[in-house]
């Protein structure tokens, strides 16, 4: 398993597509910070000129710039007082670009690893790998080296969009941003982790690389529609308990201070981890090459 | 250990409704060349494919050098295969490849088993090439040094010489026979007289059922016959007949006398001796003598 681990990974660092696959990330992340960093200086600029106009103190518009940044803080972390307190010295924009990066993540990785099994089962290159070793450690080795890949590429973009937003805020300390871009890092690797499995469990299921990436998106589509059914129901809905089902819903706690809580939601997507990946297994151990 | 190398039992494999092999039973020695005989969907792909774990038999049992091949992990070290139709994995140069394949094998030199098996085939020049950029040939070649690093106890190659040019396909033929004796290796091929040259044995199978299974003398009768080639001269086939060891005697066309014999109490050279003996002491010429018959006449009569 170390060996395909070590050498897939090798072998993607080398070729374009981690190059390529960290463009389309970094495109969309600076997207994302570009276009809420302007809507938010737009937003700030309306409020400061109103409150000049109304004759208020620079103070009154210190104090509406923090009312702001606690009503969008509010919304994100859905009014959890200990979350809001964790991460109040975060720039708002940051938050918006995880809470951005969580939706669009499971179809980067989709993208990243639809035919890290499918593309060699179709071809048959695989089987140069099983009279070698065993089918699991294949699928081991290929979704680590994909696991890999994305802490990489996920380090890199977290480390800019902390770097790009102490430039925009100079009052947002060292010590706070290392503490706080390890956190995020942490939280979108256990994030991550089970939609690299979902994805390798894509992958394992069908011959054609195609057919997995379209599968791969339809089931990201029903899991979102799962979560955001379930959410609008009213709570005497036993519909409401789908929710449960899809890994998105386990997100909101993944930047929570309390152990409990961010464990509780680590749990689950390690629980969806090891399912995907059981299921990947069992599919590839089963089938003919 | 048992003298087996394979041994198949009852072995049938379905695809959906249509059945690929049907209830295959064969054994091969340990040490010996063993092809794999047939038409196109004879099923020979299939049973290769059974016996390196690759597919899964609907039915009957497989034991390749003592474990199931579908076995996790069971074949790692004793099996090297070259399966038929399988892509090189893009992206590799064709050295480090056959170097990471060798780690995966854990064999102690990956480098020098690496190095190995391409000087075998005739492609250290491609060490550097990308796998993408291989010709057809060179692919195979890659292919096929993958499957003879580390020496396994087992070899299969499916087609090895499929799409080579003459000497590269002697040159696998020349690697094919250093191994016998040694290693257990199988064989499939189109190419009867190719397998006729390599093989201590073959399975014949036709529409996914054995057609026959045996040592090459088996299948060719060279344990039990001869022609012999006749330039001028009669052949009076009483004669023939009456001789020691002689079951059966019968002109093919008006040049070619093949004689039967009891292989198993005379030897086929004394057999043939007194036979081209009595024809010279009457005058026949004979332009040669031939023991049994080609393995593509055997092949074409059973199907």
């Known amino acids: 398993m170390m060996v395909i681990w070590a050498a897939e990974l090798r072998r993607a660092v080398r070729s374009g597509r981690a190059l390529v696959l960290l463009g389309l990330y970094s495109m969309f992340s600076a997207l994302v910070l570009l276009v809420v960093g302007f809507v938010t200086r737009e937003l700030q600029g309306q409020v400061n000129t109103k409150l000049m106009e109304e004759g208020a103190d620079p103070e009154a518009a210190a104090r509406a710039a923090d009312q702001m940044h606690q009503g969008v803080l509010g919304f994100l972390t859905s009014n959890d007082t200990a979350m809001m307190q964790a991460l109040s010295q975060v720039p708002i924009v940051v938050l918006i670009v995880f809470k951005l990066t969580l939706f669009f993540l499971p179809a980067y990785i989709a993208l990243m690893g639809f035919d890290q099994v499918s593309g060699e089962v179709g071809p048959r290159s695989i089987r140069y790998l099983t009279v070698r070793a065993r089918r699991s450690s294949v699928l081991l080795g290929k979704f680590l080296s994909q696991a890999t890949l994305l802490l990489g590429l996920v380090l890199v973009i977290d480390l800019a969009i902390f770097v790009y937003a102490r430039i925009l805020n100079p009052d947002f300390a060292f010590g706070v941003l290392a503490m706080n871009l390890l956190k995020f890092w942490g939280a979108t690797i256990v994030f991550s982790l089970a939609y690299v499995a979902l994805t390798t469990l894509c992958s394992s299921l069908f011959r054609s690389p195609a057919v997995s990436l379209v599968f791969n998106f339809i089931l990201l589509f029903v899991f979102w529609l799962m979560d955001s059914v379930s959410r609008a129901v009213e709570d005497t809905n036993p519909v409401r308990f789908v929710r449960y089902l899809s890994p998105s819903y386990y997100s909101g706690n993944l930047l929570h201070p309390q152990l409990a809580e961010f464990a509780g939601s680590g749990a689950a997507y390690a629980a969806f981890a090891a399912i995907f990946l059981v299921g990947a297994y069992g599919v590839l151990r089963t089938r003919d090459l | ?303």
């Open chain 2, 1 to 303: 250990m048992s003298e087996l190398a394979i041994e198949l039992s009852g072995v049938s494999k379905r695809f959906g409704p249509k059945v690929a092999v049907n209830a295959v039973s064969l054994q091969v020695r340990q040490g010996d060349v063993f092809g794999l005989i047939g038409p196109n969907g004879a099923g020979k792909t299939t049973t290769f494919s059974m016996m390196c774990g690759y597919l899964y038999p609907s039915e009957g049992s497989l034991k390749v050098m003592g474990v199931s091949p579908t076995t996790p992990g069971a074949l790692k070290g004793r099996v090297g295969a070259l399966p038929q139709d399988a892509v090189l994995p893009p992206g590799w140069e064709v050295g480090s490849l056959l170097m990471y394949w060798a780690r995966l094998s854990d064999l102690p030199q990956p480098e020098h088993e690496a190095r190995g098996a391409l000087e075998k085939v005739g492609l250290m020049e491609a060490w550097k090439v990308q796998t993408q950029a291989l010709s057809h040939g060179m692919a195979k070649r890659a292919a096929m040094a993958q499957a003879l690093m580390g020496r396994p106890p087992l070899v299969l190659l499916d087609e090895p010489t499929a799409g080579l040019d003459p000497r590269i396909a002697a040159q696998v033929r020349q690697v094919i026979k250093d191994m016998k004796g040694t290693q257990t290796v199988v064989v499939s091929s189109h190419n009867l007289q190719e397998l006729e040259e390599l093989c201590d044995a073959a399975a014949i199978l036709d529409k996914g059922s054995l057609a026959q299974a045996g040592t090459m003398s088996e299948l060719t009768g060279q344990g039990a016959e001869f022609r012999v080639q006749i330039a001028r001269g009669d052949v009076i086939i009483p004669e023939i007949t009456s001789l020691p060891g002689v079951i059966g005697a019968r002109m093919e066309g008006t040049d070619v006398l093949c004689v039967r014999f009891d292989g198993q109490a005379h030897k086929a050279e004394e057999v043939i001796s007194r036979t081209v003996g009595h024809l010279i002491q009457h005058q026949t010429l004979i332009l040669g003598v031939s023991r049994g018959r080609r393995l593509e006449d055997r092949v074409l009569q059973l199907l």
